[in-house]
């Protein structure tokens, strides 16, 4: 099992900067992609970024040049820079870890954007 609790969101006027973190505990050794997801009202839940354990970075292409996805290396944390913010990024962003055998997701945090 894997454990994942996300922390970092808030409310943010529209140009600004957040940064989220996620802490993994458990059966880290079993993680081989970290990654955030966000999901807004009404929508589905969307891909943000993810980086696999030996560093390959997949980011959407709305958050290109404005987010950063950084984990260290013992794969015990996964961070999102964000910056550049728009109301249109506001969601609950969701921590996630992919194994061999099944993903796991955080609680979730609320990013709000202002405009």
């Known amino acids: 099992q894997v454990q994942l609790v996300e922390s970092g969101g808030g409310l943010v006027q529209a140009g600004g900067s957040l940064r989220l973190s996620c802490a993994a505990s458990?059966?880290?050794?079993?993680?081989?992609?970290l990654g955030w997801y966000r999901q807004a009202p009404g929508n589905q839940r969307e891909l943000v970024a993810t980086q696999t354990d030996i560093g390959i970075t997949n980011y959407a292409d709305s958050v290109k040049g404005r987010f950063t996805i950084s984990t260290d290396n013992l794969k015990r944390t996964v961070y999102l820079q964000m910056s550049s913010l728009k109301p249109e990024d506001t969601a609950t962003y969701y921590c996630?870890?992919?194994?061999?055998?099944?993903?796991?997701w955080g609680q979730g945090t609320q990013v709000s954007v202002s405009s």
């Open positions: 458990g059966r880290t050794f079993t993680i081989n992609t």
């Open positions: 996630y870890a992919g194994t061999i055998t099944r993903p796991y």
